[in-house]
């Protein structure tokens, strides 16, 4: 049983909804991916309607207020941040993109002190938690049974 249930249950948490926070001195932004998390060596460009919320961003609908590009060798993952007045390149560690934490820029070119937050909900650890709540019962509920047809006997 615990294993259709992690059947079911893994494809679906990769599928959540992850969040990245991102403050500077420049500004900040946050940012929700539906399709999960930033898959390596892809680079993301964003709007201003692609953003859940933005201060510092580009005016310019035309313009992208930020461009997110992970894993590039030596570097790591990278964040372009800012308008043509106050724009800045943030460089956090390689897969800051891809796991959950709190991470500060290793260095910056026009801004300083990055810090992004990627949290990325569980629905998974529910569901697991239901699975054995479901498998205790049924433990309770043999024992039950058993001990009904022990005193009938």
């Known amino acids: 049983m615990a294993l ?22 420049t500004g900040s932004f946050e940012y929700t991916s ?6 390596p060596n892809t680079t993301l460009v964003l709007f201003n309607n692609n953003l ?8 310019l609908s035309f313009l992208p207020s930020a461009v997110l590009t992970s894993q590039i060798p ?3 993952d990278i964040i372009a941040f800012g308008s043509l007045s106050n ?7 390689l897969g ?10 290793t260095g910056s070119v026009g801004g300083y002190g990055g810090v992004l937050s990627v949290q990325a909900p569980e629905p998974g650890t529910i569901g697991l938690l239901a699975c054995g709540l479901l498998l205790m019962a049924g433990f309770a509920s043999r024992k039950r ?7 009938r006997a």
Do not use: E, H, R, W
């Open 4 to 25: 259709i249930a992690m059947a079911v249950l893994v494809p679906a948490s990769k599928a959540d909804s992850v969040n990245y926070t991102f403050s500077s001195s």
């Open 34 to 39: 539906n399709s999960g998390f930033i898959a």
């Open 52 to 59: 859940d919320s933005c201060s510092g961003c580009s005016s």
């Open 74 to 76: 030596v570097v790591g």
């Open 87 to 93: 724009g800045a390149i943030y460089a956090f560690q």
């Open 96 to 105: 800051a993109f891809q796991a959950a934490g709190t991470y500060y820029s």
């Open 145 to 151: 049974l058993i001990a009904l047809a022990s005193a």
